[in-house]
Nanobody, 123 residues
Framework: QVQLVESGGGLVQPGDSLRLSCAAS????????MGWFRQAPGKERVFVST????????YYADSVQGRFTMSRDNAGNMVYLLMNSLKPEDTAVYYC????????????????WGQGTQVTVSS
């Protein structure tokens, strides 16, 4: 069993940056691909980014490509999402998830979810 806890969300202005963290406990994360997903008010949860078990090149949704950077620290059982140039449309609850081997891009493939952290981008 894996427990995931996100942190780092908050209220920021357009153009600002935030770094989200996801801390895992229960067992090592090194056997799972990791993903970040987000859910805006009244909308479905959608894929944001993913990284393989070994921490290879991350893959991003088109909407965040070039602005967000995902990384992981297997030794520390942590996953991060650095979000730059934030826009109002990035406002959502951000979820960390674990599952799969090479990538985690769909909700159905996730075995574990965190509780989410709110990111609000507003002037």
């Amino acid at each position: 069993q894996v427990q995931l806890v996100e942190s780092g969300g908050g209220l920021v202005q357009p153009g600002d940056s935030l770094r989200l963290s996801c801390a895992a406990s229960g067992r090592t994360l090194s056997s799972d691909a990791m993903g970040w997903f987000r859910q805006a008010p009244g909308k479905e949860r959608v894929f944001v980014s993913t990284i393989s078990r070994s921490g290879g090149t991350p893959y991003y949704a088109d909407s965040v490509q070039g602005r967000f950077t995902m990384s992981r620290d297997n030794a520390g059982n942590m996953v991060y999402l650095l979000m730059n140039s934030l826009k109002p449309e990035d406002t959502a609850v951000y979820y960390c998830a674990a599952g799969g081997y090479v990538s985690l891009t769909t909700l159905a493939a996730a075995h574990y979810w965190g509780q989410g952290t709110q990111v609000t981008v507003s002037s």
